[in-house]
């Protein structure tokens, strides 16, 4: 695959998650107008656990998939990932229900255990359905991959605007109505999680081709090596995971105010998707980037092609930053007012997730040279960052605290990861460009928050000439024309 075509793939992929994932963060600011700081706060809490276990319940099955399916009989490798899931899936889900009451009151939620098995059902199911993604992925089968994600988001988005619109204007109406035979008006957020829950069933099922045309065979040999090559990756992904949302499990417990702690944790959730762009443009760079970065791998020019990658990525989310960052007065907006003590936060959890994302490119070096045991002690490091940072910022600083941590944790992994790969798989990144591009970024956001303006309109014309700076200077020093067709057409 080239660079051409993985600048195709990721399109596919982006289109689709982009406009998907754009119309399911538009119920962000209406979620924000519709519950209070508090109860966001329960959304935002629950949905950072489902991160964090869902990276344990596939347990780096999704990039081992990619790895032997390249070394192996693809269709051995893709039954031996689903047995395993299946497996590992149902065996979550039983203890769940076995231990409910348990898990319910050491999460603080006694009152509503059933928030736990509805999200446990969402995560058994979505796990399981990770490696028929990836053979979606794996085969080149961007538009049907696409196609359901988005079908996914927009039953989950219909079902919200259901439950929460049409139902309470029907309630006031008719209370008998046929349309409220599954209606409850006092289950409240509740029904964002059922909402995720049938978007996540209907999605099930309409994987069930890729389910049931496989020949089912368990190669116990070819498991182990399997096995030893994503538990590394396992700790990686838990390491990860811990870096993305422990900040958000630990705000309720750290902050000095505990009868604010929920609201502030509302405040945190809602500002971090303020940085929206950033985060639909790392996930659907991974989604083309894994098999692209493994089907190089060899060839002549994949060592130019991966020190490319990174210095155009880090242009582009450079680019996104200044694009938020510039017009933030603007883009505040997004979110209802009461949120809007938390807009500090932005900055710094925009270049703390550009760091995630270069990261992924840095780390192609252990993943071909089989290496992920150098992962894995990255994540680890990473994931102790956090978590005594997360502990000695948040009482003093609260939820700028927990940004700061993330940012701190990022930079140090990417550092880490750099300098090992240059060691084990040296790559000739371009680093006087990217520092150069990093340099002229600040500089124009810098001179943004400093210059004093006379008038909002000045404002935004400034702005807005310091965004075209940064797009003339990309276009003066990287022949763009001759990356995308010249070069790819060798």
């Known amino acids: 695959m080239s660079l ?12 689709s998650s982009i406009v998907g994932r754009m119309l399911n963060y538009m119920l962000t600011p209406w979620f924000t107008r519709l519950f ?3 109860a966001y706060g329960v959304i935002t809490e629950l949905y950072s656990y489902l991160v964090f276990l869902l990276v344990i319940l596939t347990y780096g099955m999704e990039t081992t998939f990619f790895r032997y399916s390249k070394l192996e009989n693809p269709e051995k490798v893709y039954s031996n990932a689903l047995i395993s899931l299946f497996f590992t899936s149902f065996l979550f889900l ?4 076995f231990q409910l009451d348990s898990i319910a009151s050491f999460l603080d939620y006694s009152a509503n255990p059933e928030y736990i098995i509805w999200f446990a059902i969402i995560i058994g199911l979505d796990t399981f359905l990770t490696i028929p993604f990836a053979k979606l992925r794996n085969e080149n089968k961007a538009f049907k991959f696409a196609g359901i994600k988005l079908f996914n988001i927009l039953l989950n988005i219909a079902l919200n605007l259901y439950f929460f619109l049409l139902c309470p204007f029907i309630y006031k109406q008719s209370p008998q109505h046929f349309m409220l035979e599954f209606y409850n008006p006092n289950l409240g957020i509740a029904y964002v999680f059922i909402s995720n829950l049938i978007a996540s069933i209907f999605t099930f099922l309409l994987l069930l081709g890729e389910l049931t045309k496989v020949k089912l065979q368990f190669d116990f040999k070819l498991y182990k090596q399997m096995m030893k090559f994503a538990i590394p990756l396992l700790i990686v992904g838990l390491a990860g995971s811990i870096n993305e949302v422990l900040d958000r499990t630990l705000l309720k417990h750290l902050l000095p105010d505990k009868s604010s702690a929920m609201s502030q944790l509302g405040i945190y959730g809602a ?23 493994f089907s190089s791998a060899g060839k002549s020019d994949s060592k130019k092609m991966y020190a490319d990658v990174l210095k155009y990525f880090t242009i582009f989310g450079l680019f996104i930053f200044l694009g938020i960052m510039l017009y933030i007065d603007v883009v505040k907006y997004f979110i209802a007012v009461e949120y809007h003590s938390g807009l500090s936060i932005v900055p710094v959890l925009l270049l703390a997730n550009l760091f995630l994302g270069m990261i992924f490119n840095l780390s192609i070096w252990y993943k071909l040279t089989n290496l992920t045991k150098f992962g894995a002690i990255i994540s680890v490091f990473g994931a102790v960052i956090t978590l005594v940072l997360n502990i000695l910022l948040i009482p003093v600083m609260g939820i700028d605290g927990s940004a700061w941590a993330t940012f701190f944790c990022y930079l140090s992994m990417m550092l880490v990861t750099y ?4 060691k084990h798989y040296p790559i000739a990144y371009d680093l006087k460009s990217i520092l150069k591009y ?30 075209l700076i940064f797009i003339y200077y990309v276009f003066r020093h990287e022949n763009i024309k001759q990356l995308l067709f010249s070069r790819m057409r060798k």
Do not use: C, D, H
């Open 36 to 38: 209070t700081t508090a």
């Open 419 to 422: 300098f090992w790969g240059k």
């Open 438 to 467: 990093f340099t002229l970024t600040f500089v124009l956001y810098f001179l943004s928050i400093y210059i004093p303006y006379s008038s909002e309109v000045l404002k935004y014309f400034i702005n807005t000439v310091f965004l």
């Open 271 to 293: 500002n971090y998707k303020l940085s929206i762009l950033m985060t639909l443009f790392i996930q659907t760079f991974r989604y083309a980037a894994e098999p692209f970065f």
């Open 4 to 15: 051409k075509k993985l600048a195709s793939q990721t399109a596919i992929y982006g289109i």
């Open 94 to 97: 039983f203890l769940v229900f």
